[in-house]
């Protein structure tokens, strides 16, 4: 079955605590990316790639790393997390396709990582 | 003022209802288009896309107005299933990637 997946889904940690978050994709996307959603802002991207060893920043980045060693994993890693990094995440991949001079990018998104940090 | 808009909702309506939704967006350089449907605490899935000559699913209809930078989303016949809420999504080509853009979304309830 082609599918995203992430884990933990549900993760409780304190201030500080380093962790990681996972994702991984079978069905040999390139592109790969990592969103946190919050109540009222929708979906913001944190940082994505666009293929193996190639990582950018998205729209809010700061207190995240992410790195791309193979082309199914996309970990997102939080070294120092704090309570404002209290959210729901979610990672998505797609291919990337042109039709004629239009680009289709329809993500196909993991089922969510519920993180609190107190 | 947000990249995309739309009203949060929530949208009660009955069973058998017509309800449509707006997205207004900020980008005159947005590519494309499309609507994403999130049920609660669940990942987006996408609904369908929004082409310039308007396009139908079944139910679902979508028109896109270029000038006025406007979205819509026209849901006829209203199921039970398809509370949920609907997320305006906007894509960005630049740089040789394209970038999507969320709205926050707008919440569906149908009651019986």
């Known amino acids: 079955e082609a599918q995203v997946t992430q884990n933990p889904r549900y993760l409780i940690t304190v201030t500080g605590k380093k962790l990681t978050v996972t994702c991984s994709q079978n069905m040999n996307h390139e592109y790969m990316s990592w969103y946190r959603q919050d109540p009222g802002l929708g979906l913001r991207q944190i940082y994505y790639?666009?293929?193996?060893?190639?990582?950018d920043k998205g729209d809010v980045p700061e207190g995240y790393k992410v790195s791309r060693k193979e082309k199914r994993n996309f970990p997102l890693i939080l070294e120092s997390p704090s309570p404002n990094q209290t959210s729901l995440y979610f990672c998505a991949s797609s291919l990337f396709s042109t039709k004629r001079r239009r680009s289709y990018n329809e993500q196909f998104f993991g089922p969510g990582t519920r993180l609190t940090v107190l | 003022r947000k990249e995309v808009e739309q009203d949060p909702g929530p949208f009660n309506v009955p069973e058998g209802a017509t309800v449509a939704f707006n997205c207004t967006y900020s980008?005159?350089?947005?590519?494309?288009f499309f609507w994403y449907r999130q049920d609660c605490r669940k990942e987006p899935k996408l609904l369908m896309s929004?082409?310039?000559s308007g396009n139908e699913d079944g139910r679902f209809t979508a028109q896109l107005n270029r000038a006025s930078q406007y979205i819509s989303l026209l849901i006829r016949d209203s199921k039970l299933s398809d509370s949920a809420t609907y997320l305006c999504v906007v894509n960005l080509e630049a740089g040789g990637y394209n970038k999507l853009i969320f709205g926050a979304g707008t919440r569906l309830a149908v009651h019986p």
């Open positions: 790639s666009m293929n193996v060893e190639v990582t």
């Open positions: 980008n005159s350089a947005s590519q494309s």
């Open positions: 929004v082409y310039s």
